[in-house]
């Protein structure tokens, strides 16, 4: 049985598409839209207009690594600061 979870976005206005990711990155997706104070498809647009070669799940797994990479960067260097 797949722990990935299906879920429609829509990307340029209009084009509804569904994309599968696990829980937990639905869960870190949805923490960053709060985070940045932007809306699901919104992310997912700016996501895919970098032209990831990968696809758009991957796009989208990709950006949750590198933007949780650099908030922890972020804490270490806030840290180190105090």
Do not use: Q
């Not at 829980?23 to 970098?50: F, G, H, M, Q, Y």
């Not at 990968?54 to 180190?80: P, Q």
């Amino acid at each position: 049985m797949s722990r990935l979870v299906n879920r429609n976005v829509v990307v340029n206005g209009s084009l509804r598409t569904s994309m599968r990711l696990e829980p937990e990155l639905w869960d870190a997706l949805r923490d960053i839209c709060v985070r940045e104070n932007v809306a699901l498809n919104d992310i997912v647009k700016k996501i895919e207009s970098t032209r990831h070669a990968g696809g758009r799940t991957s796009a989208v797994r990709v950006f949750i690594v590198n933007y949780l990479r650099n908030v922890k960067t972020e804490a270490a260097a806030d840290f180190a600061a105090a």
